[in-house]
């Protein structure tokens, strides 16, 4: 069965930079489109970015867009999101999610992920 682990969250001023990452396990890394979801207090969880299982194709939501890079390393099994110019809204728990299969034409649902970690919480506050 699949397992996923966040990291690298933590306490950051406006405008600062955080890198997460995602440690998988117990599925095949490289055959899966993964993402990033999150989710701020007191509100419903909104998909945040997604890599296709090359790296070919990356989309985020306008939210962030500009701001956060998505990245994937599949020889360790890893995913990455940079945080840039982090504001105040985008505190949050941050969830890394393995996709339902490789590829994406277009950004994806929240439906379209099975596996979810714990998450790792970032806040941004001065």
């Known amino acids: 069965e699949g397992h996923v682990v966040e990291s690298g969250g933590g306490l950051v001023q406006p405008g600062g930079s955080l890198r997460l990452s995602c440690a998988a396990s117990?599925?095949?890394?490289?055959?899966?489109?993964m993402g990033w979801v999150r989710q701020a207090p007191g509100k419903g969880f909104e998909w945040v970015s997604s890599?296709?299982?090359?790296?070919?194709?990356?989309y985020y939501a306008d939210s962030v867009k500009g701001r956060i890079t998505i990245s994937r390393d599949n020889a360790k099994n890893t995913l990455y999101l940079q945080l840039n110019s982090l504001k105040t809204e985008d505190t949050a728990m941050y969830y890394c999610?393995?996709?339902?299969?490789?590829?994406?034409?277009?950004?994806?649902?929240?439906?379209?992920?099975?596996?979810w970690g714990q998450g790792t919480q970032v806040t941004v506050s001065s």
């Open positions: 999610a393995k996709g339902l299969r490789g590829f994406y034409y277009g950004p994806p649902s929240l439906g379209d992920f099975d596996y």
């Open positions: 890599i296709n299982r090359d790296g070919g194709r990356t």
């Open positions: 117990g599925f095949t890394f490289s055959d899966y489109a």
